[in-house]
């Protein structure tokens, strides 16, 4: 019997090799030096992050890039508290990714004894659940329900807090067999009568429009999705969450609604007559002035979440389920339905897809290029030009995040990362290293601006322990250009801590770190440059210096209504 | 405006601070909150006053499921449900109203928990409307001390209780693999 005696630290890692994790990103400290010594032959691979911060970031990398739970560990105290933003930046988004934290021994718990904090209480509303292990003998369940909460449903961050003295105390382990939490409902199936309401509603239509948002890349139902499209021959927008969801190539992809969607994306929601809401929250960022937003269309809305239906929009028809399991429904309803209703509204649609189509031609989002300076839309063109719609994007929030967005394509899901929710500067370069340590297949192109660079400065030393062959492009316009853009528009230019000086030599620092680097100002050497960056085996990191005024357009003012967008910036008037 | 919510949930560290977490991080004011077990020591029920726009109640009650400790939310205001709530009141009497303040206690069937020659101390259950009246009066009466218990509610309708079954480990794993593939 004694052999089966193990320790609350190696019971942890056998869990984790259950639930096939192969890599935890962390950063040890005192009360979790006995999970390290377990790990220190253990057959789990650990990344050692510069900050535990990057370390919930680098796990939502590598959750978003493969669909697999990310799991991060920190330890109690300043060690737990520095993981909770990349805790609420994966709630906002819905990633799955399982947090490990070390907490001081059961015994002093309570007693503001060194590097404790409370971990449980600090983290409720930052995790979609979390867990608190006192006693060895139960940190199987509890491990194995994080994953299990993490990882199905609507899916989300999971913090399991474990004492000191569970990670060292010995008990008997007996494999977990069966989950149980009767209190926790996934809603997957659909209901088959809303399902057929919901295709009727579909021909019936004559202005359909298919807003699909994260939770068909979170589910996986990218296929599905473009079956649907396809199916139905309805225009689609994909909100910044599902980029990919819809290959950009595809001829039925419109663009990205919202605040700073294109004209084309943002005129069809507002005239569209059914609105086709797939995995998706009416985001206030989408939605603009909600009162205003699709004023003429009856809503179909799909989600995993009953909470998310008639959060901020009321559905006329509501399908509570999994992206995954309802379109296909929907699909066989719609083809069952097609021969005696296909037609009828056939003329409709097609001057739908007409007037679509013109919105598209009239303003289309095209990246604007100068002779003389590097405009940041001309950068994310030549991205564009050298991924062609296959290489993983990561960004931060701001200018830099919008225009990728914007200018950028992707043929996959899973391509485009970024902080969407939370909107979290200092996500881009961390998740680019959990993307790219889950698909080293892959060219990763981190884009940052140059204040969300300089918040991820030490996880350079990473990217190159691990010769991670990271291409981080650094948007330098000298500016916290969004915060500046506001300032501009709405508080009289009055421009209050937003340039960013004393900026480092990019090649200096990388060669620092011990890789290489450059900065290109000049137009005419951009395209070699970014074609040096990727042609560089290892890291790179190309700090491009682009024009310091340019703002992000089309622009939907906040509290405006969608229709409403500010096309391009104010053009001075020729005396 | 009330609305009442009876919840059963386990009865687990934390679920308590799940449950006013979840109120004051969705900016629900709450009025009343009681808790305690149920025939089963492994659950709690718990009822919650909150003062939120009538539109936003099935959102209040969609949050509360969603928490995993929580096996039911019923929304009771105004449904078939029965709502008590009790009162301790301290008042001071003095020799000439002492017989009518226990005439008013006898009014609204209030017992006498304690008297002394300062005054009573009394108690009172029934709807929160009764309540207030029974106070308002007391109040005419001199100074009083007031504790209230808020709401306990209990639902009058068969509300089918649905749970989630125990699911082998391997039904997680299933969903894991369907997500690897490419």
């Known amino acids: ?69 990310g799991v991060c560990c920190a330890t109690s105290g300043p060690g737990a508290t520095n993981l909770v933003t990349g805790l609420v930046d994966a709630m906002m988004d819905s990633i799955p990714i399982v947090a490990i934290t070390g907490q001081v021994s059961s015994k002093l718990m309570g007693t503001d004894a060194f590097q404790e904090a409370d971990t449980f209480g600090i983290t409720r509303s930052a995790t979609k659940h979390n867990f608190l292990v006192k006693n060895t003998a139960d940190l199987p369940q509890a491990v194995h329900e994080a994953f299990y909460v993490a990882s199905s449903g609507r899916p989300g961050p999971v913090l399991v807090d474990i004492t000191k003295d569970a990670f060292q105390g010995q008990s008997h382990y007996a494999p977990v067999s069966e989950i149980h939490l009767p209190g926790y409902k996934v809603f997957r199936e659909g209901h088959n009568g809303q399902i057929r309401r919901a295709a009727q509603m579909m021909w019936e239509a004559e202005r359909p429009y298919i807003y699909a948002g994260g939770g068909t890349v979170l589910g996986n139902a990218s296929e599905e999705l473009r079956a649907l499209v396809e199916t139905l021959d309805a225009p689609a927008v994909c909100t910044l969450m599902a980029l990919g969801a819809l290959p950009a190539d595809h001829p039925n992809f419109i663009s990205m609604p919202g605040m700073h969607g294109s004209y084309a994306s943002n005129m069809g929601m507002y005239h569209a007559d059914l609105l086709i809401a797939l995995g998706t929250r009416f985001d206030d960022r989408v939605t603009g002035r909600l009162a205003a937003f699709a004023p003429h269309a009856k809503i179909i809305h799909v989600d995993i979440d009953p909470a998310e239906i008639s959060k901020n929009r009321v559905a006329d028809l509501p399908i509570v389920g999994d992206v995954k399991r309802v379109i296909p429904k929907l699909i066989g309803e719609l083809k069952e339905l097609a021969p005696a209703m296909k037609s009828k509204r056939a003329a409709a649609r097609q001057a739908w897809w007409k007037q679509v189509r013109e919105w598209k031609a009239e303003h289309p989002l095209v990246a604007e290029k100068s002779d003389t300076e590097i405009k940041p839309q001309h950068l994310m063109a030549e991205i564009d030009r050298l991924s062609g719609g296959r290489a993983i994007v990561t960004s931060d929030v701001g200018q830099h995040q919008m225009w990728s967005a914007q200018l950028i394509r992707f043929n996959e899901p899973r391509l485009w990362i970024n902080s969407g929710g939370l909107g979290s500067m200092g996500f881009g370069l961390p998740a680019a290293i959990g993307a790219q340590m889950a698909r080293p297949d892959k060219l990763v192109f981190s884009i940052v601006g140059d204040g969300g660079f300089q918040m991820s400065i030490p996880e350079l030393a990473t990217i190159v322990n691990h010769a991670l062959p990271i291409k981080i492009i650094i948007m330098n316009n000298g500016y916290l250009g969004m915060v500046r853009q506001w300032q501009q528009l709405f508080y009289n230019n009055r421009l209050c801590e937003v340039t960013l000086s004393g900026f480092p030599d990019a090649e200096k620092l990388a060669a620092a770190y011990g890789f290489k680097g450059s900065t290109v100002d000049k137009v005419n050497e951009l395209s070699a440059a970014l074609e040096t960056a990727v042609a560089e085996p290892g890291p790179y990191l190309l700090n491009v210096k682009v024009s310091p005024h340019e703002n992000v357009y089309p622009m939907v003012p906040a509290g405006g209504a969608i229709n409403e967008m500010v096309l391009r910036a104010p053009q001075p008037v020729e005396a | 405006m009330q609305q009442v919510i009876s919840l059963l949930l386990e009865n687990k560290p934390g679920a308590l601070m799940r449950v006013t977490g979840l109120l004051s991080q969705r900016g629900y004011n709450i009025e009343s909150l009681t808790v305690g077990r149920t025939i089963d020591p492994t659950l709690s029920r718990m009822t919650i006053t909150v003062d939120v726009d009538p539109n936003v109640r099935p959102q209040v009650i969609k949050q509360m499921n969603k928490l995993i400790n929580v096996l039911q939310a019923t929304d009771v205001t105004g449904g078939p449900a029965v709502n008590r709530e009790l009162v301790l009141v301290r008042i001071r009497v003095t020799q000439q109203n002492r017989t009518s303040v226990l005439k008013e206690a006898e009014i609204f069937q209030a017992r006498v928990v304690d008297s002394t020659t300062e005054g009573f101390a009394l108690e009172a259950t029934g709807d929160s409307e009764k309540l207030d009246e029974f106070i308002d009066v007391l109040t005419t009466y001199g100074d009083i001390e007031v504790t209230r218990s808020g709401i306990v509610s209990m639902p009058l309708d068969n509300r089918k209780l649905r749970l989630s079954p125990p699911l082998p480990l391997g039904a997680a794993e299933e969903t894991l693999e369907l997500q690897q593939t490419e």
């Open chain 1, 1 to 69: 019997m004694s052999s089966n005696l193990l320790s609350g630290a190696k019971i942890l890692l056998d869990c984790l090799v259950r639930e096939n994790v192969d890599i935890i990103f962390g950063y040890p400290g005192g009360v979790t030096i006995p999970l390290y010594d377990a790990l220190y032959d253990h057959q789990i691979r650990h990344i050692l992050v510069r900050h535990e911060q990057n370390a919930a970031f680098e796990a939502q990398g590598y959750a978003r890039a493969t669909g697999r739970t």
